[in-house]
């Protein structure tokens, strides 16, 4: 059996009583070294596989190598696995095989979500998910996916949002955006939501600081009813108060 486990953002309270079972009955864990260490001392007595970063092929063929000799095997993923994590890829390689592998998704509170949390109620309404890392998809269709959901008035949570080696992505895919949302939108943004050292912004499409950004951070940008009040982002659901 593979379990595909979305740990949460970090934080073991908003990990789900399935992850926490799943590792539990796991003999190996395998995953990023990151989040290896959030749950480190939930797995002392387990063999653990880990590697580094951009490494994930090779992580999931050793999961699914490990789970043909019969182990029960979790590979692990921050927030849910199925929101840029490993459910996909693992899915990928198991529908290759001849063995009849069990693949278990186990889902995880995502980092959009748990940061949505923090900042109030930013995506009451419709929104969508862009990752702004162009490392697996081509720059062209991010652009597009960005005027187009701006356009479409989504509420736009972007993942990946800024590292060293692109750090202009953002400050593109505001100017992107800018096209059809207003300077006065509101724009939320949470670094290390629901992990230690959590860190809350609000500010406005205009006014907003792209160098605060990195990569443990989410985006957060509203949709036209989108408001800010006593620090927090509220978008309407509709009803009238
Ligand atoms: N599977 C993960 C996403 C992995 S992509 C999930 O569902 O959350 C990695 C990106 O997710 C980061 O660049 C960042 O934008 C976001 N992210 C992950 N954890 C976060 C956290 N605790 N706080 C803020 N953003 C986070």
């Known amino acids: 059996m593979i379990y595909v486990i979305g740990i949460g953002p970090g934080g073991k309270e908003y990990m789900t009583l399935e992850a926490i079972e799943a590792i539990k009955n796991s003999d190996v864990i395998v995953g990023y070294k990151t989040y290896i260490n959030l749950i480190e001392d939930m797995i002392s007595d387990k063999e653990v596989v880990q590697n580094g970063m951009r490494k994930e092929i090779d992580r999931c063929k050793m999961a699914v190598e490990i789970a043909k000799e019969g182990k029960d095997v979790a590979v692990v993923s921050s927030g849910d696995s199925g929101i840029y994590g490993m459910a996909g890829l693992i899915l990928e390689l198991v529908v290759k095989e001849d063995d009849d592998i069990k693949v278990k998704v186990v889902p995880g509170v995502t980092a959009s979500i748990a ?60 100017e992107i955006m800018g096209e059809f949302k207003d300077g006065s939108t509101p724009v939320g943004i949470v670094k290390d939501a629901g992990r230690e050292g959590e860190e809350k912004y609000i500010c406005t499409f205009d006014t907003m ?32 108060v």
């Open 115 to 174: 940061a949505a949390s923090v900042l109030g109620a930013p995506i009451m309404h419709d929104f969508c998910h862009i990752s702004l890392s162009d490392l697996l998809t081509p720059w062209e269709v991010i652009e597009k996916r960005l005027r187009l959901a701006a356009e479409a008035d989504f509420v736009v949570c972007l993942y990946n949002p800024r590292s060293k080696g692109r750090s202009e992505h953002l400050a593109r895919a505001f």
């Open 209 to 240: 600081n792209f160098e605060i950004v990195d990569m443990t951070t989410m985006v957060i940008v509203g949709n036209k009813s989108t408001f800010i009040d006593k620090d927090m982002m509220i978008t309407p659901r509709g009803y009238t």
